[in-house]
């Protein structure tokens, strides 16, 4: 069995900082990507940030040159540093891990996170 579970969201003012994990454990055999991914009321989730195994990222448009992920393979985690942060970014934040196990690859979600940015 493998779970991924989030932590470190939280209230922020405008402007302020955050940093999420994301730990994934259990029969893991390699973890193919880490990702971020957000929900608002009354939104679809979006990918915000992705990170491969290979070290490569992409982010959505309105968080490039805000927002950082990170991975440490050796814990099976990932991060999402989160700078000047705007109300807009409230949202709960998932996080998504493409894992090999020996029953085969499959996409896991952690419970999510919840961000709210308001003073």
């Known amino acids: 069995q493998v779970q991924v579970v989030e932590s470190g969201g939280g209230l922020v003012q405008p402007g302020g900082s955050l940093r999420l994990s994301c730990a994934a454990s259990g029969s893991i055999l390699s973890i193919y990507y880490m990702s971020w991914y957000r929900q608002a009321p009354g939104k679809q989730r979006e990918l915000v940030a992705s990170?491969?195994?290979?070290?490569?990222?992409d982010y959505v448009d309105s968080v490039k040159g805000r927002f950082t992920i990170s991975r440490d393979n050796a814990k099976n985690t990932a991060y999402l540093q989160m700078n000047s942060l705007k109300p807009e970014d409230t949202a709960v934040y998932y996080c998504?891990?493409?894992?090999?196990?020996?029953?085969?690859?499959?996409?896991?979600w952690g419970q999510g996170t919840q961000v709210t940015v308001s003073s």
């Open positions: 998504n891990a493409r894992i090999l196990t020996m029953g085969g690859p499959y996409a896991y």
């Open positions: 990170m491969a195994s290979d070290g490569s990222t």
